[in-house]
């Protein structure tokens, strides 16, 4: 496991127009700013995360008002497989493992402070909700021409955006 130590910069965004976009996140420490290719789900289980540890800590609500600064990627290191997050009580830090889907790339492991995380958090629920609207039957994300709902066996009458 490669440790990044402490972060300079931590985001998550996303590139793309609505249906088709890439969740990235992105981290920047003293070895230089570094992309990695995530899923929408994981963008939003980490934020869902950081901020239930930031409540559990009495930090809710920190640096959720700051912007993380997410930056278009440069070079994607890899995909994210899994993502760990604790609350280290001796530094006050967030630390961040981050494990990738192939073998041969190396996990890593980097520190947050608390108003980055709230920041993150903040930045990644915008992206995520910037995307496609929800169908008001199944939940399910909806094209601009609808899409087939299974709530209704494929009928589309009168079921737009």
Known sequence: MINLGAASIFSAGAVGVPGDRRFYLQIETATGQRWYLCEKS???????????????????????????????????????????????????????????TEDEDEAIRFEVTP?????????AGRAISAGRPECPRCGLAMDAEGHTCPTTNGDLRGHRP
């Open 42 to 100: 994981q963008v939003g289980a980490l934020a869902a995360a950081g901020e239930e540890i930031l409540e559990r800590n009495d930090l809710a609500g920190a640096g959720a008002d700051t912007a993380a600064g997410f930056a278009p990627p440069g070079d994607v290191e890899w995909r994210i497989g899994q993502i760990a997050i604790e609350f280290d009580d001796d530094t006050s830090m967030i630390e961040i493992v981050v494990v990738p």
């Open 115 to 123: 108003q980055q995380m709230g920041a993150m958090a903040a930045e």
